[in-house]
């Protein structure tokens, strides 16, 4: 067999996180050839990168990919390392075809097949699943004289350790959970301010992921069903974890409004009075890490790409899954990829199957 026979699949899913792995548990029984192409030197996907107290704002049982509940650890919410560990025995568990590292650089269309393009040579599949997150896309917002600024900039991505902060003036940009929980440990070893484009939503103590997903699922389940959906607070809205709880006692949990410029050692509020700052961490959230998909000529203005559920209107060859609820109701969470992961391999399985 030649390496580029050896090299063809009818399904290709592009990214070894929760959500690529989610996908391949669902085709192992369709009978169909596939592969997971990932990036990655290990198991983990986005968690491997995520700082070591990043927690998750829901318990094990309730951020389980299908078919095995996440394992209860020492932490009511499970910590990163303990989602590392779960997916990385997800995929031995479920012997699933990951091959890594290999990366996408860029999937083209051919009459009979797409062709994924990698840094280990070419594969070819009759249908892709992109399945890439948002992890390697951090969003940073423009402020004007951002180049003029001398101090630290670093996005919550590439964030790892609050000591790194000791005795600075650091401020904390982004009001959702990457915001609380970072505010919550360089606050103990530095000056942080908070800073949120209004003020942030936090739910009630005893509301966390669980609560949320279930009335998140009422909203969605109301829109489906054509009813108007009361509000109910978003996956943004922070989590009150432990930390965060003992950041509220101290008084900690009060943010401002953005400055309106940087200079050259700080910032100018809307006042016009100034500050030093000496780091800025962008808790700012992410987008699409769609980069492969250019070739196609389907990623829009807004870096995402038009689907119906989750396959792509102007590549049927083409399903893109976890990527936030563009892509299926919460499915950029553990809990919430089940429903479109499975939804995905039914179509693609229907649809070769007629072929
Ligand atoms: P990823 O985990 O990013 O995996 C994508 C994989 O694709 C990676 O391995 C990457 O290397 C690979 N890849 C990307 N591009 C390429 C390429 N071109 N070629 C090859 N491989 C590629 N979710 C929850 O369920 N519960 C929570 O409590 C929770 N808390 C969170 C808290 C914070 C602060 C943040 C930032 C996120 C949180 N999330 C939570 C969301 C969750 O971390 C992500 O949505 C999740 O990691 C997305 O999984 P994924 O598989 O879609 O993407």
Do not use: K, N
């Given at each position: 067999?030649?390496?580029?026979?050896?090299?063809?699949?009818?399904?290709?899913?592009?990214?070894?996180?929760?959500?690529?792995?989610?996908?391949?548990?669902?085709?192992?029984?369709?009978?169909?050839?596939?592969?997971?192409?990932?990036?990655?030197?290990?198991?983990?996907?986005?968690?491997?990168?995520?700082?070591?107290?990043?927690?998750?704002?829901?318990?094990?049982?309730?951020?389980?990919?299908?078919?095995?509940?996440?394992?209860?650890?020492?932490?009511?919410?499970?910590?990163?390392?303990?989602v590392v560990a779960y997916l990385s025995q997800y995929e031995e568990r479920y012997q699933l075809p990951v091959e890594r590292p290999v990366q996408v650089t860029a999937v083209h269309s051919t009459p009979d097949h797409l062709s994924v393009e990698t840094d280990r040579g070419e594969w070819t599949a009759r249908a892709v699943v992109s399945a890439t997150g948002t992890w390697r896309a951090p969003f940073i917002p423009d402020y004007p004289d951002q180049a003029l600024f001398g101090g630290t900039q670093l996005h919550s991505a590439d964030y790892k350790d609050p000591q790194n902060f000791a005795g600075q003036r650091v401020l904390i940009v982004g009001g959702g959970n990457s915001g609380a929980q970072i505010l919550a440990e360089v606050s103990k070893v530095a000056k942080a301010i908070w800073v949120t484009l209004r003020e942030p939503t936090f739910l009630a103590d005893d509301v966390d992921g669980r609560v949320l997903f279930a009335r998140a699922t009422a909203k969605w389940e109301a829109l489906q069903g054509g009813g108007a959906a009361a509000p109910v607070g978003g996956l943004g809205d922070v989590v009150m974890i432990p930390a965060v709880k003992e950041a509220r006692a101290r008084g900690i949990l009060t943010s401002v409004r953005p400055f309106v410029r940087f200079t050259a050692s700080g910032v100018v509020w809307e006042d016009g009075t100034e500050s030093h700052v000496d780091a800025v961490i962008w808790c700012t959230g992410f987008a699409p890490a769609l980069e492969h998909l250019r070739p196609l000529n389907i990623v829009g203005s807004d870096g995402r790409v038009v689907v119906a559920a989750t396959r792509s209107v102007a590549e049927p060859r083409l399903w893109l899954v976890g990527y936030g609820d563009w892509t299926g109701f919460a499915s950029a969470t553990l809990i919430g990829v089940t429903r479109s992961a499975r939804e995905t391999a039914r179509e693609i399985e229907v649809e070769l199957g007629s072929q």
């Open positions: 067999m030649t390496q580029h026979q050896s090299r063809q699949r009818d399904v290709l899913i592009i990214g070894g996180g929760q959500a690529g792995l989610a996908v391949g548990y669902f085709l192992r029984r369709s009978g169909l050839s596939f592969s997971i192409l990932d990036g990655e030197d290990g198991p983990g996907g986005a968690w491997t990168h995520a700082w070591s107290s990043l927690t998750l704002f829901s318990p094990a049982q309730w951020s389980s990919l299908p078919g095995w509940p996440m394992p209860a650890g020492d932490h009511v919410y499970p910590q990163r390392e303990e």
